[in-house]
Each structure stands twice: as C-alpha cells, then as structure tokens.
C-alpha cells in the first residue's frame, strides 16, 4: 500500500537496551523527518535527511541516531533507552522541506520502563 | 529563542459555529506558516498554510489570516461539525533554519453536539 507506515506501533523496553523505530514511505519522496511528541512540548524534531546518506540534527538529537542507506527508509535507534525517551514518536516524508508537504505516520507510542 | 505558541490549551465550541484558534510565534523572517489536525491515535494532517507575504488564505470552511505587525496566526474554522474535534498546531518554517520545521504545544477543540 502507498503511504509512510511506522512499526511498531506500540514498544515497551527496559532502560538501557537499545531499540530502532522503523519508518517506510513509498512515494520516494526526498526528505524524511523523525519527530517526538510529549504533553506540553509539542512536536519536536529530533533527525532528519534531505536525501540517501544525508542527515542532520533537529531539536533534541541527544540519545538517537538515524541512518538513511535508502530513499525509502529512515529508521531511528536508540542506543540505550532511557525514561525521559517515553513519548510518541512521529515519522514524516516530503518531497520538501516545507511544511506543506509533510504527510506523517501514525506513530509509535514507546514506554521504557 | 524561536518559539510558536498558542494563547489557549482547549476551546470548546457548539456544533454549527464558527471556531477561532490562534497561534503567536516569535520568528518574524519564517517563510511558511501552517496549520495541521491530529486526530486521536494519529499523526498530524496538514490543513493548510500561508505564505509570510499574505494576510489571508481561504480552504474548505477554513481560513488562515496572518499579521505579521502582531505576529500572530489564527485558524478559523466555519461552520464547526464533530469531526472537527482533534488536536490542532501551527508550524512555522524558515528556509534559513535549515528547513526545520517548528510546532506550537497545540489547541484541543472539543465540538459539542
């Protein structure tokens, strides 16, 4: 099916082992962006990639890290969770790096006990 | 530092009106401004944006107005029907912020029959 999928959709871990978001979009669009969501912070963003093998730091990156190796594809791992990662996390993809043309996922709700 | 806020957490409205959420932000050389819906369980929905040379853009029952000289947002939304209960942020971007996008904390309206 076209369209950005987010797996899984929901994960409990333990503190400290590492886990990976996986994010996969099918229009071939060329940026992809990895946002988090907590109450009374918004949206905010942690990585994203304009392309293949390009990414850059958002606003909270500390803890995460992406890899882009596909167009498809941008996973978000991280390397060893902690409490304050609790959240839901928000993968989007855009043919630009305008808000318009944002289209998200459904997220993933991720509690790390 | 950047911010984009929203002046009310929650805005409760009766089915058939008109409902107003406002937005301020802070960054007077953001290009873009957008508003997005997130419904519960699901990822946020572009709605519609404005260029920061407008002062209004028209949609399907909704209408962006811009004042740059306030900087301040506003979404309204005519005509408002049950489905239009959800969460709703304002983003802005600026080309200069290396194609981030920023969000508000986001305003519930509840819509009651």
């Known amino acids: 099916d076209a369209g950005i999928t987010q797996s899984p959709r929901y994960k409990i871990t333990e503190t400290g082992r590492q886990v990976t978001l996986m994010c996969h979009q099918t229009?071939?669009?060329?940026?992809m962006f990895w946002y988090r969501q907590d109450l009374g912070h918004g949206l905010r963003l942690i990585y994203y990639?304009?392309?293949?093998?390009?990414?850059d730091k958002g606003e909270v990156p500390d803890g995460y890290v992406v890899s882009r190796s596909k167009t498809e594809n941008f996973p978000l791992t991280l390397e060893s969770a902690t409490r304050s990662q609790t959240s839901v996390y928000f993968c989007?993809?855009?043919?630009?790096?305008?808000?318009?043309?944002?289209?998200f996922g459904s997220g993933t709700r991720l509690t790390v006990v | 530092g950047e911010s984009v806020g929203l002046h009310l957490p929650t805005l409760s409205v009766q089915e058939g009106d008109n409902s107003i959420i406002n937005c301020a932000y802070s960054?007077?050389?953001?290009?873009?401004f957008i508003w997005y819906k997130q419904e519960s369980g699901k990822g946020p929905q572009f709605i519609i944006d404005?260029?920061?040379?407008?002062d209004k853009r028209q949609g399907q029952r909704v209408t962006v107005l811009l004042n740059k000289t306030v900087k301040h947002l506003s979404l309204q939304i005519a005509a408002t029907q049950p489905g239009d209960s959800a969460v709703y942020f304002c983003a802005e971007y600026y080309s200069g912020n290396t194609g981030k996008l920023i969000f508000g904390q986001g305003t519930t309206l509840q819509v009651k029959p």
């Open positions: 404005i260029r920061s040379n407008m």
């Open positions: 990639s304009a392309a293949a093998d390009i990414t």
């Open positions: 229009w071939s669009h060329s940026y």
């Open positions: 989007a993809s855009s043919d630009t790096a305008r808000g318009h043309g944002y289209t």
């Open positions: 960054n007077s050389a953001s290009d873009y």
